[in-house]
């Protein structure tokens, strides 16, 4: 069974621009969630979406925002980005809330 | 007080020993209970979930809950080199709106 999916792998932005993430679930998973990584650090919760609903949001901007599609995979977005904003972004998908994630690869977004 | 709280190490550990790691939260109405294993470049890989109190087990891993006492930790028994790895705690917290903490992770390094 494939697992979650994201794309790209790698990103490079400039300072000021826009950015867009995806995800793919599990299949049969209704929840993504998203998070922010940088090196040492454990994820950031950035939101989580359960049946096209936002239903939990992490300490961030709203510069970050991000929606549910009809077929569960999601997308993440991220305006006028910032030096600060550089991370691995994973995603993870879970059958319900407060339930175990499972996650993707991650996206590494670098912003110059 | 961090939310969740973990010892960043290194945890140094024989090759055939068990390693303890363990992990506080600051929540009392925390649900869910989450370890991840972490490989330097990679995404966090679900190695247990417990959603109760008390003991649970799966091959060589057991994660321990203790409500009362705010705490959670991971046994693995028998360590391998190949158990190298960065360890993340991660909670979920109650209430309408749901968000998942993780800790900054443990770092295990086993010994050959």
């Known amino acids: 069974d494939a697992g979650v999916t994201q794309s790209p792998t790698h990103l490079i932005k400039t300072r000021g621009q826009h950015v867009t993430l995806r995800c793919s679930p599990i299949?049969?998973?209704?929840?993504v969630s998203w998070y922010q990584q940088v090196l040492g650090q454990g994820p950031q919760f950035i939101f989580q979406?359960?049946?096209?609903?936002?239903?939990g949001r992490g300490n961030f901007p709203d510069r970050f925002s991000a929606r549910q599609f009809p077929n569960y995979s999601s997308e993440l977005n991220v305006n006028a980005l910032l030096l600060g904003d550089s991370a691995l972004y994973l995603c993870?998908?879970?059958?319900?809330?407060?339930?175990?994630?499972?996650f993707g690869p991650g996206t590494r977004l670098t912003v110059t | 007080q961090k939310e969740v709280e973990q010892n960043s190490g290194p945890l140094s550990v024989p090759e055939g020993a068990i390693a303890s790691l363990n992990c506080t939260y600051s929540?009392?109405?925390?649900?869910?209970f989450f370890w991840y294993r972490q490989y330097s470049g990679k995404s966090p890989e679900l190695i247990m979930f417990?959603?109760?109190?008390g003991d649970k087990e799966d091959g060589r891993f057991t994660a321990q809950l203790n409500k009362a006492s705010q705490y959670v930790s991971l046994l693995i028994r028998d360590s391998q080199p190949s158990d190298s790895a960065t360890y993340l705690c991660?909670?979920?917290?109650?209430?309408?709106?749901?968000?998942?903490?993780f800790g900054t992770g443990t770092r295990l390094k086993v010994l050959a």
């Open positions: 991660a909670v979920t917290t109650p209430g309408g709106t749901y968000k998942y903490i």
């Open positions: 929540d009392r109405g925390s649900q869910s």
């Open positions: 993870a998908s879970s059958f319900g809330l407060a339930r175990e994630q499972y």
């Open positions: 299949s049969g998973h209704k929840s």
């Open positions: 979406y359960y049946e096209k609903e936002e239903r």
């Open positions: 417990i959603y109760s109190n």
